[in-house]
């Protein structure tokens, strides 16, 4: 079992809806990071998150310490928001980092 | 803003060439930077880890010759495929570690996408 697990694989959204991309880990972190890939393979962090929510125009993050969770929400989706949305932890013990595999979202027109 | 920067964003170079990105970290001093690659439809792979100063630490199966790293300030860390063959092809990130605003923190560059002719 992958230490970080995110869900779903694939998304595909029409424009204007609210998408949630969820994130599992099994292992202690001192802190999570979203990263977004563009098609180009482009990355742009996010947030990054140690507690709580962080809030950034149409995305907002949350994260379950106690339940090893992260949720990457995005309001009113566009077609420009079509990426691959990456978790990643920093594990506590070691500072080393795990990524997820990705969810790939498409808004569609 | 981004607070780390990557140079070039994309380079296409001959087999047999050697090809250097900078990685920049742009308003923080960077202890540690990290290098990964990222295979198509694939997630990052950690390729070393540099603190400044001192020599980089490669993950098992990376070739230490064949993929330079210099961490010569605490703002600059540069990557340098030496002898690229087309098999190196690849999307190289780098990230940097160090103190923000108090935060030990880490942010990510945003890639440079290598393509070897």
């Known amino acids: 079992k992958n230490e970080v697990e995110q869900s779903p694989q694939n998304l595909t959204a029409q424009e204007g809806e609210f998408i949630t991309i969820n994130c599992s880990y099994s292992?202690?972190?001192?802190?999570l990071h979203w990263l977004q890939q563009h098609p180009g393979g482009g990355i742009v962090s996010l947030f990054m998150?140690?507690?709580g929510k962080k809030k950034h125009g149409r995305l907002i993050a949350t994260i379950n310490i106690q339940e090893k969770h992260s949720s990457l929400h995005i309001t009113a989706s566009h077609p420009r928001d079509s990426a691959v949305y990456i978790c990643a932890v920093r594990l506590y013990n070691n500072n080393d980092m795990r990524f997820g595999a990705g969810t790939r979202l498409t808004v569609k027109p | 803003g981004a607070v780390v920067s990557q140079h070039p964003s994309r380079v296409i170079c001959k087999s047999g060439t050697s090809v250097k990105i900078e990685c920049r970290s742009l308003?923080?001093?960077?202890?540690?930077m990290f290098w990964y690659r990222q295979f198509p439809k694939q997630s990052l792979m950690l390729m070393a880890t540099?603190?400044?100063?001192?020599?980089?630490?490669?993950e098992q199966g990376v070739e230490k010759d064949k993929f330079l790293i210099n961490h010569a300030s605490l703002t600059l860390s540069t990557l340098t495929v030496t002898s690229a063959h087309p098999e190196d092809s690849s999307f190289y990130i780098c990230s940097a570690r160090g103190t923000k605003g108090g935060l030990n923190e880490q942010f990510f560059g945003p890639g440079t996408r290598l393509t070897v002719l």
């Open positions: 540099s603190n400044e100063g001192s020599k980089a630490t490669y």
């Open positions: 998150l140690s507690s």
């Open positions: 292992v202690g972190i001192s802190a």
């Open positions: 308003d923080f001093q960077a202890t540690t």
